[in-house]
């Protein structure tokens, strides 16, 4: 059995939760792995790539991909998401963004650009995930890294909720945009809700959940590779 699977993954469950769902529906000994990790809290396109499918993962890390984002200016959390509680910014120097203020400040992360990741982040430092080292206390400060946003459009924004469309390249982190936009417009800001709703040709609209996985079995949805 080989091929790909475009899952719709659901909220509150990790990337790696949601292949081991589907490795209980393969046959024993299938390899199975994923390309592109999304947060428990994100939703959408992950895909899973099953049998001789698995050497295209690097290939498929490196497509293009979409979001659309939520961010919640006025306020930050120590995760950048709402994985953690919400600090609110200081009402004496909180001034709301007008959409104005918000598209020019938009402009500075289209192109090539310096990226800081979030301290709660996969990345490494020193052979451990920052995340684990931020959750034991331990300050992490992630170095920048190159990455490319192609596009950011906003399409709906009533304060302090911001909605974009976001399409970028490999390793850039919407929780770092949602970030430094607030940062950007002095008032604070981070990612409520993500949804990944394409990876190169492999698109939401032609997605399959882990429920229909389960009642109709995986073969009938592998996409070839």
Not at 54 to 73: F, N, R
Not at 165 to 177: E, M
Request: overall charge positive.
């Amino acid at each position: 059995m080989h091929g790909i699977v475009n899952l719709d993954k659901p909220p509150g469950i990790s990337s790696a939760r949601a292949v081991a769902s589907v490795k209980r529906l393969l046959p024993k000994g299938t390899k199975i792995g994923h390309a592109g990790t999304l947060d428990p809290f994100a939703t959408g396109v992950l895909l899973l790539l099953v049998g001789r499918a698995t050497k295209q993962c690097e290939a498929l890390m490196g497509a293009p991909k979409q979001y659309i984002a939520t961010v919640k200016l006025g306020a930050t959390t120590a995760t950048d998401d709402p994985e953690s509680p919400e600090t609110p910014w200081p009402v004496e120097a909180l001034i709301p963004a007008s959409p104005e203020a918000v598209l020019q400040a938009l402009s500075s992360f289209v192109g090539t650009i310096r990226q800081r990741p979030p301290s709660f982040s996969a990345m490494k430092v020193g052979g451990r995930r920052a995340y684990a080292l931020a959750r034991a206390g331990r300050t992490v400060e992630l170095q920048p890294r190159t990455v490319q946003v192609y596009g950011i459009e906003m399409m709906e924004y009533a304060w302090p909720l911001l909605s974009l469309r976001i399409d970028c390249g490999r390793g850039v982190y919407i929780r770092s945009i949602a970030r430094d936009l607030g940062a950007a417009l002095n008032v604070g800001g981070y990612l409520t809700a993500l949804r990944r709703t394409r990876i190169g040709d492999y698109r939401i609209d032609q997605s399959v959940t882990l429920e229909r996985l389960a009642a109709d079995g995986v073969a009938p949805h592998l996409l070839p590779v």
